[in-house]
C-alpha cells in the first residue's frame, strides 16, 4: 500500500533559524510528489511538484528537493508568516488520487 | 478568478439528518476532487469527479454517502443520515487535468450534534 510520512509532526523554529522537513515515501512508480501549505481555517496550497530524482524547485524561501525515497522542504530564514501545516502527496496507484502525509506543523517565532 | 467555491463554510446538523455540501471548481477546470479531513488525520480521498460522470468512487464510505457534478451547476456531495463520526473538513479541490497540482477550495466543516 502507498504510504507517505512526514516527520516531524511539529516544528518549532526561531525567526532566520533555517531548517528542514522530511516526507518519505512508499510508492511503485512515482508519478510526482507534491508539496501544499495549508494554514488553519483553509484549504491546501499548492506548492510545488517534482517528478524526478534531484529535481529541485525554489519559491522564496523554500526550497524542495527529491531523492528516490523522500523529499525535503528547505526553509532558509524562516518568518512569522510561513507558520503553517506542511502537507505532501503523492498519486496512488495509476489512480488520480492524491495519498497525504499528516504534515508537519511549523511554527516559527519573531 | 474566484478560485474554488465551498459552501456553507460551516455545517451543523443532528444526528440523522442530512447534509449537502457544495463545490464550484475554478473556471475551466472540468475535474473536481472530494477529500475529508478528520481531526489529527491526515487528508483523505473520497472520490473523483468529472461532469456527469463518477470516475473514481473507491474513498467513499459504501453507504450514506454520494456524490454528484451535474452538467449544469455545482458538485454536490451528500451525506444521509449523518453520524459523529461524520464531523470533519471536507475538501473540494479541481483540476483542468493536466497534473496533480490541484486547486483547494477554502473547505465545509460539518459537525455533527
Known amino acids: 500500500e502507498d504510504q507517505v510520512t512526514q516527520s516531524p509532526e511539529a516544528l518549532r523554529l526561531q525567526e532566520g533559524e533555517s531548517s528542514s522537513l522530511n516526507c518519505s515515501y512508499t510508492?511503485?512508480?512515482?508519478?510526482?510528489l507534491f508539496w501544499y501549505r495549508q494554514d488553519p481555517g483553509k484549504g491546501p496550497e499548492f506548492l510545488f511538484t517534482?517528478?524526478?530524482a534531484g529535481e529541485e524547485k525554489e519559491k522564496e524561501r523554500l526550497k524542495a528537493t527529491l531523492t528516490k525515497k523522500e523529499s525535503f522542504l528547505h526553509i532558509t530564514a524562516p518568518k512569522p508568516e510561513d507558520s503553517a501545516t506542511y502537507l505532501c502527496?503523492?498519486?496512488?496507484?495509476?489512480?488520480?488520487?492524491?495519498?497525504f502525509g499528516k504534515g508537519t506543523k511549523l511554527t516559527v517565532n519573531p | 478568478n474566484a478560485g474554488v467555491m465551498q459552501n456553507p463554510r460551516h455545517l451543523v446538523r443532528r444526528r440523522g439528518q442530512e447534509a449537502r455540501l457544495r463545490c464550484s471548481p475554478m473556471?475551466?477546470?472540468?475535474?473536481v476532487y472530494w477529500y475529508r479531513q478528520l481531526p489529527e488525520e491526515g487528508l483523505k480521498f473520497m472520490v473523483y469527479?468529472?461532469?456527469?460522470?463518477?470516475?473514481?468512487e473507491s474513498g467513499m464510505p459504501k453507504e450514506r454517502f454520494s456524490a454528484e457534478f451535474p452538467k449544469e451547476g455545482p458538485s454536490i456531495l451528500r451525506i444521509q443520515q449523518v453520524v459523529r463520526g461524520d464531523s470533519a473538513a471536507y475538501f473540494c479541490?479541481?483540476?483542468?487535468?493536466?497534473?496533480?497540482?490541484?486547486?483547494f477550495g477554502s473547505g465545509t466543516r460539518l459537525t455533527v450534534v
Open positions: 510508492v511503485s512508480g512515482l508519478r510526482g
Open positions: 502527496a503523492v498519486p496512488q496507484g495509476g489512480s488520480e488520487k492524491l495519498v
Open positions: 479541490a479541481s483540476s483542468d487535468g493536466g497534473d496533480y497540482g490541484y486547486t
Open positions: 473556471k475551466g477546470h472540468s475535474h
Open positions: 469527479l468529472q461532469k456527469e460522470n463518477i470516475i473514481d
Open positions: 517534482l517528478y524526478s
